[in-house]
């Protein structure tokens, strides 16, 4: 299974831009690039992903590099309610069992004022 | 649109006892899947239904959990009888399909603390 290796914490400050990176250099080609968020006390919440290309929504940003070892979430002007831990996570596809999230430990993002 | 709803959200047992953990999940979605989250960690898939069949329970302790999904909609996780261990934020997650791009929202989760 592919893994992620994330920093396990980072800080940023309010305003500017988040930029979380994510090395997932196992990835196979069928393999997409999830985030989520997690904030305290609450369940994971979906942010973006991908497979080649880059994302943007209106949360954030997924750049993921040309030979999709590693990526990197842009948050472009965090606010203290962007402080969370975040999970880059490789979704694996398996043709008997779906298509399934394994979680890392992720990167605690505080967001200071 | 409503989401995923979990029962309840916090829930302190001592260890030998029974416990029981409700999901709702998200109108039309097809997939259901139960997550442990130990404190420091990230959560650890423990079962996926997938309409009322099992997909994936290979990391079910199946000695002391259960989980069911009879009618395709809510599910239930059972853990009988609770271990010291089994202390941990119980999530449950839904998504439409099984589709690689196929979303996965989470509940709020139940914490269990077992004394």
């Known amino acids: 299974d592919a893994k992620t290796t994330q920093p396990p914490s980072m800080d940023c400050a309010e305003g500017r831009a988040a930029n979380l990176p994510c090395n997932h250099s196992?990835?196979?080609?069928?393999?997409?690039v999830y985030w989520y968020r997690q904030i305290h006390s609450q369940g994971p919440q979906y942010i973006i992903h991908?497979?080649?290309n880059n994302e943007t929504n209106e949360m954030a940003s997924l750049i993921i590099t040309e030979d999709r070892k590693s990526s990197t979430l842009i948050l472009p002007h965090a606010t203290l309610r962007d402080t969370a831990v975040y999970y880059c996570?490789?979704?694996?596809?398996?043709?008997?069992?779906?298509?399934?999230?394994?979680f890392g430990t992720g990167t605690s993002l505080t967001v200071i004022p | 649109e409503a989401g995923v709803a979990q029962s309840p959200r916090y829930k302190i047992i001592e260890k030998r006892q029974s416990v029981a953990f409700w999901c709702n999940p998200i109108?039309?979605?097809?997939?259901l899947y139960w997550y442990q989250q130990i404190l420091g960690q990230g959560p650890k898939l423990l079962i996926q239904?997938?309409?009322?069949?099992?997909?994936?329970d290979s990391q079910l302790p199946k000695d002391r959990f259960s989980a069911e999904r009879l009618k395709g909609v809510d599910s239930t996780l059972k853990i009988q009888p609770a271990k010291l261990e089994d202390s941990a934020v119980y999530l449950c997650?839904?998504?439409?399909?099984?589709?690689?791009?196929?979303?996965?929202?989470f509940g709020p989760g139940t914490r269990l603390t077992v004394l």
């Open positions: 997650a839904s998504s439409l399909g099984v589709s690689i791009t196929d979303t996965q929202y």
């Open positions: 196992t990835i196979s080609g069928n393999e997409y």
């Open positions: 991908g497979l080649k």
């Open positions: 996570i490789v979704r694996v596809a398996r043709w008997n069992t779906g298509n399934q999230f394994y």
């Open positions: 109108s039309g979605h097809a997939t």
């Open positions: 239904f997938q309409n009322n069949g099992v997909v994936d």
